[in-house]
């Protein structure tokens, strides 16, 4: 048997990604107005598809885009995800430190790329970042 390439696998999920895009697209345009958080469900999968792509480019488009830029794009997805979850659920909270965080996570991210590169610094850095807020995404849920 022959293991799939991981070129396979990120075309499989930036794939997948697109047609989970277009599906919530579809039941954003047919219940947003009975269902809320359905637009920041579909502007979270569209973050998380274009984070793909800008990292599946890295070497034909400069490094800040397919390090730092695709990265912050992949934590604000994350964030458009808990919004929706919060609005689906009816407990709107303060964003003001959801963004203070992609910002602090932009600076990290770019530090750790540019001014003193180390990668493993660099998936601390994201990984710290997605987990504080899928942590309050879970709680919420």
């Keep these: ?25 579809s039941l954003w345009r047919q219940s947003h107005t009975r269902i809320c958080g359905t637009a920041f469900w579909v502007a979270q999968l569209s973050s998380q598809g274009l984070a793909t792509i800008l990292i599946v480019l890295r070497g034909q ?4 885009m397919s390090m730092v830029l695709a990265n912050t794009i992949a934590v604000v997805g994350c964030v458009f995800g808990l919004m929706g979850l919060e609005r689906f659920v009816g407990r709107v909270l303060r964003h003001w430190p959801h963004w203070l965080l992609v910002g602090v996570f932009a600076g990290v991210h770019w530090y750790f790329a540019f001014i003193t590169p180390d990668l493993g610094l660099r998936n601390l850095n994201f990984s710290v970042a997605v987990l504080l807020v899928f942590g309050q995404t879970a709680w919420l849920a």
């Design 1 to 25: 048997m022959t293991p799939i390439d991981m070129r396979t696998l990120v075309t499989l999920f930036v794939v997948i990604n697109a047609v989970c895009t277009v599906v919530a697209l």
């Design 61 to 64: 488009i400069p490094d800040w």
